[in-house]
C-alpha cells in the first residue's frame, strides 16, 4: 500500500507540474468577440478561460457584462471604442463621459490595460471617420491623464496590413503614401504615449488569394527553406514574422524605433466556401499550434530577435452570426458548447450550469482550488 501510494503520488506531481509548466507558459491573448445568438454567458466563459490559463483578453467594445463577469480575476482587458463612435470621441465632454461609465466602474477590480479606439479605420472610405482617429486617441489619452490612469490604461488603434504600399522584402516596409498625413501625427502619439502598434496580420489571406505561389509551409510555420531579405540577409521560414518586421520598418522610415508592434489578431478558418483553399480543421489546428509553442519559446522576430512576438488568436468562439464568406464565422478555437474545434492542446472546462453572479463563478472556483491543493498536501503526507 505504501508503496503504491508512493508511485500515485509521484505520478500526480508530474502530471500536476506539467500542467503548471503548460499553462503558465503559454502567454498567447485571444480575441473575445460576440456577434453570434448561441454563446455562453460571460461568466461561464470566464471560467473557462481561467480553466486555460488564458490571462488577457482583447474586447471589441467594453460590454459591461464581460468586465463584471471578470471581475477579481487575474484576467487583462484590451477594451474596444467602436467605429460608429470614434466622431464622439473627439469632443472631451464624450470622451470623459465614455471613459467614466465604461472604464472607471471596473477598476481595480477588473484589469483594464488598453483601450482601442476603432478597427481598422484607416483601411476604409470614411475620410471623416479616419480624420477623426487620431484626434479621438488623443481626446480619450486627456481623460485619462486627467483621472490618473494614463500609467495603468494606454490608447492604440488596430490596423489591417493594408495600410501599408510594401511588405517585402520587409526591410522595405513602408506605408501608403495617401495615408501619410494620418500616420505622422499617429506614430508621434504612440512615440509620446508609449503605446503598441497594434496590426490585424492574417497569411491566410495571402495564401487564399495565391495558393500557387504562396508556400503552405511558409504561412503555416512548418519547416522551408524560408525567403531572405536581400538587404538585410535575414531569414525569414514565415511570414507573420516577416509582415510584423514590415511594420517595424515602415516605422522606422518615419524616424521612430521606439515603439512596439504587437498582433491584436491572427488566426486560420476552421471551414470555408468551395472558394476559400486552405480553410481546414487541421490547417488551422497548425497554424494555430505552432503560434503558441513560438509564443511559449518566446521567439522575436528577425528584425527584433530579443522581442518576443505579442499576439492575440482570434478568436475564442465561432461566431454564427458574422457576415461575409463561410470563413468569417470559423475562426473559433471553441465551439459555443465549449467543445475545441481541433485539437492543440487547449482543453477548457465550460460549466453546464449558468451562474447567476461572477461572485458565485469566484467562490466555485476557490473551492476546486482549494480541493487540489489539500488533496496534493494529502498525499505529500501520505
Not at 10 to 28: E, K, M
Not at 273 to 297: F, H, K, Q
Not at 348 to 377: E, W
Request: aromatic share 10%; net charge negative; glycine share 6%.
Amino acid at each position: 500500500m505504501a508503496k503504491f501510494l508512493l508511485q500515485f503520488r509521484a505520478l500526480f506531481l508530474l502530471v500536476l507540474l506539467s500542467v503548471v509548466r503548460t499553462t503558465i507558459s503559454v502567454g498567447v491573448g485571444i480575441n473575445y468577440g460576440q456577434i453570434a445568438n448561441n454563446l455562453p454567458s460571460p461568466s461561464r466563459v470566464a471560467v473557462l478561460l481561467q480553466s486555460l490559463s488564458i490571462s488577457r483578453v482583447k474586447l471589441y467594445d467594453a460590454d459591461q457584462n464581460v468586465l463584471r463577469a471578470f471581475s477579481n480575476s487575474n484576467v487583462e482587458f484590451i477594451v474596444g471604442v467602436g467605429n460608429e463612435h470614434v466622431p464622439n470621441m473627439t469632443d472631451p465632454t464624450k470622451a470623459q463621459a465614455w471613459v467614466k461609465q465604461h472604464v472607471l466602474p471596473h477598476l481595480p477590480q477588473t484589469k483594464i490595460t488598453c483601450i482601442t479606439v476603432g478597427n481598422e479605420v484607416l483601411s476604409g472610405n470614411d475620410t471623416q471617420l479616419i480624420s477623426n482617429l487620431v484626434p479621438a486617441m488623443k481626446t480619450i489619452y486627456d481623460v485619462l491623464v486627467s483621472l490618473g490612469l494614463n500609467n495603468q490604461v494606454n490608447v492604440s488603434t488596430a490596423h489591417s496590413l493594408t495600410i501599408l504600399a510594401n511588405s517585402f522584402p520587409p526591410s522595405s516596409g513602408t506605408f501608403k503614401q495617401d495615408l501619410m498625413q494620418y500616420m505622422e501625427p499617429l506614430i508621434e502619439f504612440h512615440s509620446q504615449t508609449k503605446s503598441p502598434f497594434l496590426i490585424n496580420a492574417y497569411p491566410y489571406f495571402a495564401y487564399k488569394s495565391n495558393p500557387s505561389e504562396v508556400p503552405l509551409d511558409y504561412v503555416l510555420f512548418r519547416p522551408n527553406q524560408g525567403l531572405v531579405d536581400p538587404i538585410t540577409n535575414l531569414n525569414y521560414d514565415n511570414m507573420l514574422y516577416a509582415q510584423i518586421d514590415a511594420a517595424y520598418s515602415a516605422i522606422k522610415a518615419m524616424g521612430h524605433t521606439d515603439i512596439e508592434v504587437k498582433i491584436s489578431e491572427t488566426g486560420w478558418p476552421s471551414k470555408g466556401d468551395s472558394d476559400e483553399v486552405g480553410a481546414t480543421p487541421e490547417n488551422a489546428g497548425i497554424y494555430n499550434s505552432n503560434i503558441l509553442r513560438r509564443i511559449e519559446e518566446k521567439q522575436g522576430t528577425p528584425m527584433k530577435p530579443s522581442v518576443p512576438i505579442d499576439v492575440f488568436v482570434f478568436a475564442l468562439f465561432n461566431e454564427d452570426l458574422k457576415p461575409g464568406p463561410a470563413s468569417e464565422r470559423n475562426y473559433g478555437l471553441f465551439y459555443p458548447d465549449g467543445n475545441p474545434v481541433y485539437d492543440i492542446g487547449l482543453h477548457g472546462y465550460l460549466p453546464r450550469m449558468s451562474y447567476s453572479s461572477a461572485a458565485y463563478k469566484t467562490q466555485v472556483v476557490h473551492i476546486f482550488g482549494f480541493l487540489i491543493i489539500s488533496f496534493t498536501t494529502f498525499l505529500l503526507q501520505a
